[in-house]
T-cell receptor
Framework: GAVVSQHPSWVICKSGTSVKIECRSL??????MFWYRQFPKQSLMLMAT?????????EQGVEKDKFLINHASLTLSTLTVTSAHPEDSSFYIC??????????FGQGTRLTVV | AQSVSQHNHHVILSEAASLELGCNYS??????LFWYVQYPGQHLQLLLK??????LVKGIKGFEAEFIKSKFSFNLRKPSVQWSDTAEYFC????????????FGQGTTLQVKP
């Protein structure tokens, strides 16, 4: 199947700093990528839809100024958590789909804000 | 609003026992349905999917699921589980023609005792 790679797999940062997470589709072009957040023992919650060459579409309740999404190319989307705080600590997962069918997921990024 | 509900949050079975995990969805239109599995420390993997056709879908590792439109259900089954099936299982849905944005159920933790 298609491969989606996320980097880094885990990151620890100080409160108030910003962290960038990359999501790459390695063997296909993804005009649309998705960013999810997963709290411990809970399901994945969609944060935003990342569209290549245009602004991301955020789900209700997600702060777009805090979670900056850039989809500069057909194979790369980035999520930047700005001015991170401990409550932002979570598991962030991206996905990309081919022609709106099956979604392929990255391995996720565990963010810990101290 | 679109939603997915998984009835079982934590299931414990012995090896060789049969498995059925419930999934119901709420969506006003034609849907595509998925079951994903997340093994400990790994990323989400697709078990099976339903887009159209035969409502009984067979996936990897001996899993199958049945789409019952009248019940808005897509239950996952396996006749005989193995210890290696210990994982988190997620049911998900997106609308037909959607770009791949998924709505996930809460997840079910399956623990198989050897």
């Amino acid at each position: 199947g298609a491969v989606v790679s996320q980097h880094p797999s885990w990151v620890i940062c100080k409160s108030g700093t910003s962290v960038k997470i990359e999501c790459r589709s390695l063997d296909f072009q993804a005009t649309t990528m998705f960013w999810y957040r997963q709290f411990p023992k809970q399901s994945l919650m969609l944060m935003a839809t990342s569209n290549e060459g245009s602004k991301a579409t955020y789900e209700q309740g997600v702060e777009k100024d805090k979670f900056l999404i850039n989809h500069a190319s057909l194979t790369l989307s980035t999520l930047t958590v700005t001015s991170a705080h401990p409550e932002d600590s979570s598991f962030y997962i991206c996905s990309a789909s081919i022609m709106g069918t099956e979604a392929f997921f990255g391995q996720g990024t565990r963010l810990t804000v101290v | 609003a679109q939603s997915v509900s998984q009835h079982n949050h934590h299931v414990i079975l012995s090896e060789a026992a049969s498995l059925e995990l419930g999934c119901n969805y709420s969506y006003g239109g034609t849907v595509n349905l998925f079951w994903y599995v997340q093994y400990p420390g790994q990323h989400l993997q697709l078990l099976l999917k339903y887009f159209s056709g035969d409502p009984l879908v067979k996936g990897i590792k001996g899993f199958e699921a049945e789409f019952i439109k009248s019940k808005f259900s897509f239950n996952l089954r396996k006749p005989s589980v193995q210890w290696s099936d210990t994982a988190e299982y997620f049911c998900a849905v997106h609308g037909s023609g959607n770009t791949g944005k998924l709505i996930f159920g809460q997840g079910t933790t399956l623990q198989v005792k050897p």
